[in-house]
């Protein structure tokens, strides 16, 4: 292409791309005025605009050679050795970890300070534990909660610890939930 060809079609890009963002404006105008008195029409108009989204790909399910396979068993181990070939782990043997780690144990007071500035309401992390269960917990809980931390800490191993009761009493409510 020649230099005069090169700024022609960037010009004409500008301008689709102008024209585009003008439409697709107008389409959101109408939908958000349509959107409290016609669902059914606002919905519809979304998924004009959206359009249908297609795949370059087939589907099929070829073998290392490139053949497509059609046998159930076929495919079947094609599934087995793809999921052999993902999950396979050649990094040798695991390195030895030292558990040397040397520092002041984790104190009562730290526990319940942390546990007090986490936020309220937040979404539960891994352990599915919400932040209000922490809180509702006694001297009692808070000991134990710290002797965990610290076995954890001074062993380096968290999977003894995989389920502790916490202790609970119900609130005089009868409420029994957390």
């Not at 108009?45 to 087939?58: C, F, L, P, V």
């Not at 710290?146 to 009761?165: M, R, S």
Request: aromatic share 6%; with cysteine.
């Amino acid at each position: 292409m020649t230099p005069l060809n090169i700024s022609i079609d960037k010009e004409i890009k500008k301008m689709c791309s102008k024209a585009k963002e003008a439409w697709l404006d107008g389409q959101c105008k109408e939908i958000e005025r349509t959107k409290t008195t016609d669902s059914k029409y606002m919905h519809s108009k979304i998924s004009d605009i959206a359009g249908k989204r297609s795949s370059s790909q087939s589907g099929c399910i070829k073998s290392k050679h490139g053949d497509v396979l059609m046998d159930r068993t076929d495919t079947l181990n094609k599934w087995a050795e793809y999921t052999e070939d993902l999950f396979y782990d050649n990094r040798g043997n695991e390195p030895e970890i030292t558990k040397s780690i040397e520092g002041p144990v984790i104190l009562e007071a730290e526990v319940e300070k942390t546990i007090r500035e986490i936020g309220k309401g937040k979404a539960v992390g891994p352990d599915s534990i919400p932040v209000e269960t922490y809180e509702a917990l006694d001297k009692m809980g808070i000991k134990k909660l710290t002797t965990l931390f610290n076995d954890i800490y001074v062993t380096g191993n968290i999977l003894g610890h995989a389920y502790l009761p916490i202790h609970h009493t119900p609130q005089e409510t009868g409420d029994n939930r957390l």
